[in-house]
């Protein structure tokens, strides 16, 4: 029989209800009987004994926070009688044993992905085009226009249809409703596309480049060359205005300082050099499609697992974030990890709570004090204009379960796995080291997403509870949904369903292998996430200030 209450941590006071509970219901767990003084809806955790004010709650075996005043046992965890707590952290000499899982299922596999010049690996082989200023995001989009519809890219041919069919409606005084006329097709725009190897042209439209201050464009600059540089870009077109902070010979500086040896088609446009704007953007489209034929004589090659970088994240989280989705896919990061790939783990405010444990995992003491100095600068930068990581919870996140960002940040940590931590890097950093890196981004989840591409994530694990439509131009992101629930009632958004877990029909384990033979097909192109079906390319560039 499915239990209706989980203890995630012997240490903890408190239970987590797996399905809704009533008030008045009396609750058996471990030998101890429990009378629920309220509704404890399914996410919503309850106390197992009296709270005194003061008193600590633990959850995930760590501290999440402190009764604020006297509780009931049987009471739920609510913003009202709890308030955000963390133990201090600090560097301290560890010797740090991974147990690491069995890999025998995975050792030897392969997937098929795009061989770059210099040995890396991409997932998938995109074009992209990057406006060194919000100056030239008209024209960007001008041209994504053009060749979305007459190359095969474009995912809104049913909503043209069925604004034709309204508009026909319309002219003929009929009923204009949903049920008077020809549902929605599911037929791809992409079915016929001109060039069969090529994934995708990316467009990467922002609000910087100028204005502002220097350092902002300065830090554009190098996110900018990050995404040129990636394994899944093939070729890529610039537009400049011209008179911009973020000059082109900054971009191309910072290109060249990440890689010397980059060598992909690089096709520089500056419009106040131009005759017109039409001679820019009908250049732009000429030299881009030469190069689009160049690109699609590219295939994909076997390659081993050891290739992948797998960044994860979560977003729209839930209160079961931390015990269904999340440590799936941190069983499929560990998986990972032994197998020699690359996994990154991000949203720095969203480890809040979690910092002793990745400090005390983290093998080069550079790296844990590093990863301190970036933790303690970032929060004092958000407590400074009052704010603080404890305002991370969204109303959402909230409603679902997650009282306090440190029962929020633990259950994200989970989805780094249990191996320890081999480098910490900021913002716009590549990773360059097998195993378990931490990457400095905020928790907002394009932000977060935007800078797990940049430091070369070539797959996206997204856990959401919530359901989220959150996707990347360049990064593959597959959508995991915590709970049965979700994963029904958004279905075109979610790749992976992990409520089987909650259900007890599928281990912790189990889910994350099949996790990874998701990930292994993705990264093969034999099937593609909904994100990047839907053509869902968010891109928000971090300018460095609090963001949450």
Request: with cysteine; aromatic share 8%.
């Amino acid at each position: 029989m499915k239990s209706k209450v989980l203890k995630i941590h012997p240490k903890d006071n408190v239970l987590v209800a797996l399905q809704d509970l009533k008030k008045g219901d009396a609750i058996s767990f471990e030998g101890i009987h429990y009378i629920l003084q309220e509704d404890i809806p399914a996410k919503h955790k309850f106390f197992m004994q009296e709270m005194h004010f003061g008193d600590e709650i633990y959850m995930y075996g760590v501290l999440v926070g402190k009764a604020q005043f006297d509780i009931p046992q049987g009471s739920i965890m609510n913003t009202d009688n709890t308030k955000h707590a963390v133990e201090p952290y600090h560097f301290r000499p560890s010797h740090y044993h991974w147990e690491k899982p069995d890999i025998s299922r995975f050792e030897g596999r392969t997937f098929n992905g795009y061989v770059r010049e210099d040995g890396r690996v991409g997932t998938a082989n995109y074009w992209l085009f990057i406006p060194t200023v919000f100056c030239e995001n008209r024209n960007l989009d001008v041209i994504k226009e053009a060749l979305y519809n007459e190359l095969g890219y474009s995912v809104t041919g049913k909503y043209k249809s069925f604004t034709h069919q309204l508009l026909k409606a319309y002219e003929k005084g009929e009923a204009l409703d949903i049920s008077s006329l020809e549902k929605l097709n599911n037929v791809s725009d992409q079915a016929n596309r001109t060039f069969e190897h090529v994934d995708g042209i990316k467009f990467l439209n922002h609000q910087g480049g100028c204005g502002g201050i220097r350092q902002d464009a300065a830090i554009l600059s190098k996110l900018l060359a990050a995404y040129a540089d990636h394994p899944n870009v093939a070729g890529v077109t610039v537009l400049s205005l011209g008179c911009q902070n973020l000059q082109l010979n900054d971009l191309i500086n910072d290109i060249k300082l990440r890689n010397p040896n980059f060598d992909k088609p690089l096709y520089l446009f500056e419009q106040q050099q131009s005759k017109s704007e039409e001679q820019l953007i009908k250049e732009a489209i000429l030299q881009t499609f030469i190069g689009l034929t160049e690109i699609n004589k590219f295939a994909r090659q076997p390659v081993p697992l050891s290739k992948l970088t797998l960044g994860v994240k979560c977003g729209g989280s839930d209160g079961f974030s931390g015990i269904s989705a999340n440590p799936a896919v941190g069983y499929t990061a560990d998986l990972l990890v032994a197998l020699g790939g690359k996994v990154l783990l991000a949203e720095f405010p969203e480890l809040c709570g979690a910092e002793q444990n990745l400090i005390d995992r983290t093998l080069d003491p550079k790296a844990a004090n590093k990863f301190i100095d970036l933790m303690t600068a970032y929060s004092n930068a958000a407590e400074a204009v009052g704010s603080g990581f404890y305002m991370n919870p969204s109303p959402g996140n909230i409603r679902d379960g997650l009282i306090t960002d440190a029962i929020k940040s633990n259950g994200a940590a989970k989805k780094g796995g249990t191996s320890p931590v081999i480098d910490v890097l900021d913002y716009t950093e590549e990773a360059t080291k097998a195993g378990l890196n931490l990457v400095c981004t905020p928790g907002n989840d394009v932000e977060a997403t935007t800078g797990k591409a940049a430091a070369g994530a070539t797959l996206i694990l997204f856990t959401t509870g919530l359901g989220t439509p959150t996707g990347n131009p360049i990064c593959p992101v597959i959508k995991v949904a915590t709970n049965n629930v979700l994963a029904n009632k958004m279905a075109d958004i979610i790749d992976i369903n992990t409520g089987p877990i909650i259900d007890g029909d599928k281990s912790i384990q189990e889910m994350g292998e099949d996790i990874l033979e998701y990930c292994i097909k993705a990264a093969s192109g034999e099937i593609t996430p909904k994100a990047v079906q839907l053509n869902q390319d968010d891109f928000i560039p971090w300018k460095r200030g609090v963001s949450l």
